[in-house]
């Protein structure tokens, strides 16, 4: 006896399962903008909008510092948000620039310079006080351990590693892609693990590095929700996911044929269309 997902493509033409596959990617579009716009979003958004954007350097040193930091502020930044820092937190060090100004006699500017101190800052875990907004779930946690052993011999053909290993260093990721290697903590769904593999698919290439990371995370995570809907992968919360990578619907039908090309090409490498 067939099982679903065997269904959704053994018993389709390549043109009934495009079909579907496009029904998915048009779902996802609505759903996210109606995540986009929850007041759990809304709150949440607000919130993160109020933190300082650090420089690249600054977030590598905040990242040497404590690798899990999510959001980080300063001491006074903490208290204006109504939080305080804990008693026997030690601050992650970061570098502030300060600019010193040269003038005459006259008050003309003859010369600057730029110099930068070392200042800390703390992240929200290091911190107390009034509750924070409810965080939207965006991770999806349904595991097929049948599907995941085929998706895992799909990327092994692919010459793709698949290493399930604990990534709660990692700031609260599920997995990551680095070029020929995916790496899985273990709660992660088995969306995660198509959603990796959309990533080995599509974006280790140089072209692909240089491109913001909100459009790469787009296309995997719209690609890991049609083939996960085409599986009958349960509770998805790929909607919330895009909300927070700030995509929209527009966004993911612009990219509605690469989409659904690569979902197709996952979903028949694994249950080979007849």
Request: glycine share 4%.
């Amino acid at each position: 006896m067939k099982t679903p997902a065997e269904k959704t493509t053994k018993q389709n033409s390549p043109a009934e399962l495009n079909k579907k596959l496009t029904a998915f990617i048009k779902d996802l579009a609505t759903e996210t903008d109606a995540a986009r716009i929850s007041d759990v979003m809304q709150n949440y958004l607000k919130f993160c909008a109020s933190f300082h954007r650090y420089s690249v350097s600054n977030q590598f040193f905040i990242y040497l510092a404590k690798p899990d930091a999510t959001h980080v502020a300063g001491f006074h930044d903490w208290l204006k948000k109504k939080r305080y820092v804990k008693k026997g937190e030690k601050g992650i060090p970061i570098l502030a620039p300060c600019p010193r100004t040269f003038k005459d006699e006259n008050d003309k500017i003859i010369a600057q310079e730029l110099r930068f101190k070392t200042v800390y800052v703390f992240d929200i875990s290091q911190t107390d006080g009034e509750p924070l907004p409810e965080a939207p779930e965006w991770k999806s946690f349904e595991k097929s351990p049948e599907l995941e052993d085929m998706l895992i011999n799909y990327a092994k053909s692919l010459y793709i590693k698949v290493d399930i290993k604990d990534l709660s260093s990692h700031g609260g990721a599920q997995g990551y892609s680095s070029g020929g290697e995916i790496a899985l903590d273990p709660t992660a769904g088995t969306k995660t693990l198509i959603h990796e593999i959309a990533h080995e698919l599509l974006h280790q290439n140089v072209k692909s590095k240089l491109r913001p990371r909100k459009e790469v995370e787009l296309e995997a995570e719209a690609v890991a929700y049609v083939v996960a809907r085409a599986l009958e992968i349960k509770n998805l919360q790929s909607p919330n996911y895009l909300a927070l990578w700030d995509a929209d619907g527009k966004k993911i039908l612009d990219r509605l044929d690469l989409i659904r090309e690569t979902a197709n090409k996952i979903l028949t490498a694994i249950f080979p269309v007849k």
